[in-house]
């Protein structure tokens, strides 16, 4: 059985930064596809970045791009989001995802129908 635990988020300032940590248990997806999705209340859930396991190559939402990074540890299956200069409009819960897929198809990869498994949850507030 599949599961993804998400861990780190927080209540922070604006400006500050946070990692979130998302382990990986009941599979490896060496061949497939990770990424974080984030939603705010009364909002849809939202890509935020993805990471294609097998060469590392990422993939970012434009509101997050130069200040969001995502990376993995293959030896501890957890993909990572490293989060810096955080803004009020990033508060939301943030999702881990993963699927087996490898898709060089970037557009799909930034869809929640591409991922077949996903995390509880962990709340990133930011205060002004």
């Known amino acids: 059985q599949v599961q993804l635990v998400e861990s780190g988020g927080g209540l922070v300032q604006a400006g500050d930064s946070l990692r979130l940590s998302c382990a990986a248990s009941?599979?490896?997806?060496?061949?497939?596809?990770m990424g974080w999705f984030r939603q705010a209340p009364g909002k849809e859930r939202d890509f935020v970045a993805t990471?294609?396991?097998?060469?590392?190559?990422?993939a970012y939402a434009e509101s997050v791009k130069g200040r969001f990074t995502i990376s993995r540890d293959n030896a501890k299956n957890t993909v990572y989001l490293q989060m810096n200069s955080l803004k009020p409009e990033d508060t939301a819960v943030y999702y881990c995802?993963?699927?087996?897929?490898?898709?060089?198809?970037?557009?799909?990869?930034?869809?929640?129908?591409?991922?077949?498994?996903w995390g509880q949850g962990t709340q990133v507030t930011v205060s002004s």
């Open positions: 009941g599979s490896t997806f060496s061949s497939g596809t």
């Open positions: 990471i294609r396991w097998s060469d590392g190559n990422t």
């Open positions: 995802a993963a699927t087996k897929s490898g898709s060089t198809n970037w557009f799909v990869t930034t869809r929640r129908y591409f991922y077949d498994y």
